[in-house]
């Protein structure tokens, strides 16, 4: 049976325009389907016909895959407005796109193509694909510093995973991540008060820069396409992968490790507190209401004791303490 994929993806992949510009042509109603108008969704597969602007689409160009060894100063985009982007840099006569990015001040291997597929295989950090670097930063590292690396440094709100260090040279190293969070390795450094003053990515799974110099850039042969397609094969498509880098491990440990990352000092004591009886509980605390002969309530004894204090909030409960809110 021919697999079936969504209408925008499958324009997408043959190279007439992204998904982005795909969904504007279906909604404005320049796409048709085997002579009807599609909806939004629309799962599509070879044997359909498709229809833009009143042409038929063209089939689906030869798989390109293509290593480059990227300079410091080109811009891993599609944009074309920015003048240093990726594309114009490297000047294919058909449309690609990189797989993953190195920042600006970067440089070495990076991926393009135009199977969009296997960018989120490679890229997903649950599929534990390999990319090494070579780094340096501005003052001399020892072993403390290559464990601390290694074992995971919490950023952008999680721990990074597992990886491998290994110190090269008084102020360098080399580190081999399975994930790819933005500006990983600066901010991993930063944390631990170093700065990165030259990264390179000098692999990625079974592909390194060999007979590749900065700015040249080259065909992947049938034996290097066939490993990555191999290693590539049991790889998931989806987010859940991505996922699985950082949250299932904060899933897996004691809730007390997890808070340790991003929360504010004075919340874990708020909650070390939690069975402790503060004055203000006690001053809180609800009083019977007067009564009168009948037994009613006198609701104008409790009028005039409740009338309300200039600039004061009413106290916040938090897990079993009471706080006040001051104004600030």
């Not at 798989?63 to 944009?79: D, H, L, M, R, S």
């Not at 507190?273 to 001053?283: F, G």
Request: with cysteine.
């Amino acid at each position: 049976m021919t697999e079936q994929k969504r209408l925008n993806k499958y324009i997408s992949e043959t190279g007439f325009c992204s998904r982005r510009e795909a969904d504007d042509l279906i909604a404005s109603g320049r796409v048709k389907v085997n002579g009807i108008l599609p909806e939004m969704g629309t799962k599509v597969s070879d044997a359909d016909t498709i229809i833009i602007d009143g042409k038929p689409l063209k089939a689906k160009p030869k798989a390109v895959f293509i290593a480059y060894n990227k300079p410091v100063g080109v811009t891993c985009t599609t944009e074309r407005k920015i003048r240093s982007n990726i594309v114009s840099a490297i000047n294919y006569p058909e449309r690609i796109f990189p797989i993953g990015r190195l920042d600006r001040p970067s440089e070495g291997l990076i991926f393009l193509t135009n199977q969009g597929d296997m960018v989120n295989k490679i890229l997903r950090a649950g599929n534990n694909h390999e990319k090494e670097y070579e780094v340096v930063v501005d003052r001399p590292i020892d072993e403390r510093f290559v464990k601390r690396m290694s074992s995971g440094v919490p950023i952008l709100g999680t721990v990074t995973k597992p990886c491998k260090v290994r110190k090269t040279g008084a102020k360098s190293f080399t580190i081999v991540l399975t994930q790819g969070l933005n500006r990983q390795i600066r901010r991993m450094c930063e944390y631990l008060g170093f700065e990165v003053t030259h990264l390179k990515r000098i692999r990625i799974m079974n592909i390194d820069l060999t007979g590749l110099s900065s700015g040249k850039w080259r065909h992947l042969n049938e034996n290097e396409m066939r490993a990555i397609n191999h290693a590539t094969e049991s790889s998931s498509k989806t987010q859940e992968a991505s996922a699985g880098a950082g949250a299932r491990k904060q899933q897996d440990k004691p809730r007390s490790e997890v808070s340790e990352v991003g929360r504010p000092k004075q919340d874990r004591r708020v909650h070390n507190s939690k069975d402790r009886t503060t004055e203000l509980d006690k001053q809180n605390s609800v009083k019977p209401k007067p009564k009168t002969r009948n037994g009613e309530q006198n609701h104008s004894h409790n009028k005039r004791k409740s009338s309300p204090k200039q600039n004061v909030k009413p106290a916040k409960r938090v897990k079993g303490t009471l706080s006040l809110n001051k104004g600030k």
